[in-house]
Structures are given as C-alpha cells and as structure tokens.
C-alpha cells in the first residue's frame, strides 16, 4: 500500500472518531429531524425516510472530495 493511500485511510479514521464523538454529546439531535425529511407514523406502521439529511450528506461529501482532490493533486 502506498504512503499516501494508508494516510487517507487513517485521516478517515480519525474522521469517524471525531463525527462518532460530536454524536456522542448530542450536537448532532437534529441530523434526521429536517424539514424535508418525510416520516409516516400510524398504529402499527413507521415509515421514515431522511431526504433532506442525506442531501446534506452527499453535499458535504462532495466538498470534501472536491477539497481532498485540490490538495492531494
């Protein structure tokens, strides 16, 4: 394995261990909870899917390549 890969998978290590921390103390009760996040409960039936939530995902993810690519390159 080159240098360079083994650092990416250890900076996305700590990566997770810095969001699994952030969640940990609660800053991030709200992830899931967005107004575009559609959620049907009835008697006996729950139904939820975060649209929203996982649009700030995917941008966030985006930006994040974007940047790695401009420094790395």
Known sequence: MRG??????????IALIIVGLVAKTGALSWFGQ?????????????FYVPLMSMVLVSLGLSALVAFLRRLLS
Request: proline share 4%; charged share 25%.
């Open 34 to 46: 967005l107004p575009g996040d559609l959620r049907v409960e009835r008697e006996g039936f729950r």
């Open 4 to 13: 360079s890969t083994a650092n990416l998978i250890i900076g996305a290590g």
